[in-house]
């Protein structure tokens, strides 16, 4: 247990980049199954939102609109 304490203590000192990269890549170490079909499909999906907004396609909410109704959804689910 003394070497993962040493361990911390020197990724503390990183850079916070530094710690970001290792964070992510632990994470990804735990579900070692990868779908590169499925984070393709995410990212054309994340593109072809991103051109629908830039070219004025998609609809835009104002968030105090999309909260405001969210809390009322919510609220309503409460009582």
Request: no cysteine; aromatic share 2%.
């Amino acid at each position: 247990m003394a070497a993962a304490k040493d361990l911390r203590r020197e990724v503390l000192n990183l850079s916070r980049e530094e710690r970001a990269g290792l964070a992510r890549d632990l994470i990804e170490s735990l579900d070692p199954a990868r779908d590169d079909d499925a984070e393709q499909a995410w990212l054309d999906e994340a593109e072809r939102r991103a051109t629908e907004v830039t070219s004025g396609q998609a609809e835009l909410e104002d968030w105090a609109d999309v909260r405001e109704r969210i809390a009322k959804r919510l609220q309503a689910l409460r009582q």
